[in-house]
């Protein structure tokens, strides 16, 4: 061999040089021939799940033979131990780093593809997906945490002892914290409500739910006011969804009570033709007039209907209350009020006397 090529591949700098050229080559050939292939193959396929995957996992294989040849190289250049332990666990730290982004981000990928197959995967779905959300986040950076200390040979005994301590007196510190967290956990798995929703709190907070989080529920009322409700208050409370049940619809009353003597068959004629032409009011179920009961001074009637959306009855509960007025009003039906009839059997004593 020629003697000057023998001491080149002797030269330490060589090999250095050489480990980190294979790793730009096996980088080059990854991205070049695997990634191009998978593409092509992945093309053929109805999903584009594969191309996601691809997409995601291009630039961690890439980095991950780029590090390894540079890894290679400095190892070569035998550094001093002092040395070599900073520079090996940074690049242990990036390539952690790398790959739990991309774990979190293939993880997202594979749980909405789940959600998709809800007939196959019936624990997955669309309103449980928050919930395995969480549970893939938890699991990432337990991942990256045991990793990381592992990269700068940390001893994990030791850490996870201290941890137990400190999760112990953590637990004690963040009782609410926790209690908001697993009730969030129940309200993800239950689902009471989901994001969209109209929902009554304990008959006192009405609105619609705009996210649900760990530790609180997010709630935009009628008054456009968003409040934030901890999750351990709202697994406690009673919870009315408007929304839920066969339909979404939501069925309004417009009590109104008549004169005595009134027509009661006209009373109901007219009390129907008042939900004519309400854009907001459903075809079906139909608007229907109930005789509820016989008040001190007048019939109870009570008319009720069906808005569309939970989010309309306000401004339908107004439009049929001016209709019914108007409408009673100018088919002379009375609305009565209350009146109350004083009798005086005998004057007081002093009144008299003072009027004497």
Known sequence: MNPDLSELLNNEYAQALAWLLAGLVAATLARVVIFRTLHVLTRRSKTDVDDQLATVLRWPVIWTFILLGLSGGIQVLEPSPRLAYWVFGVLKTILVIIWSVAAGRVGTILLRLLARQADRVPFIQPKTLPLFEMVKKITVAGAFVYFLLSAWQLNLTTWLASAGVVGIAVGFAARDTLANLFSGVFIMADSPYQIGDYIYLDDKLRGKVTDIGLRSTRILTRDDIEVTVPNAVVAGAKIVNESAGPHEKLRVRVK??????????????????????????SDFPHPRVRLRGFGESSLDFELLAWTKEPELRGRTLHELNKRVYKALAREGIAIPFPQRDLHVKAMPTQVRAIES
């Open 256 to 281: 109104i009570g008549v004169a005595y003597g009134s027509d009661v068959d006209q009373v109901e004629t007219v009390l129907l033709s008042c939900c004519e032409g309400i854009d907001e009011l």
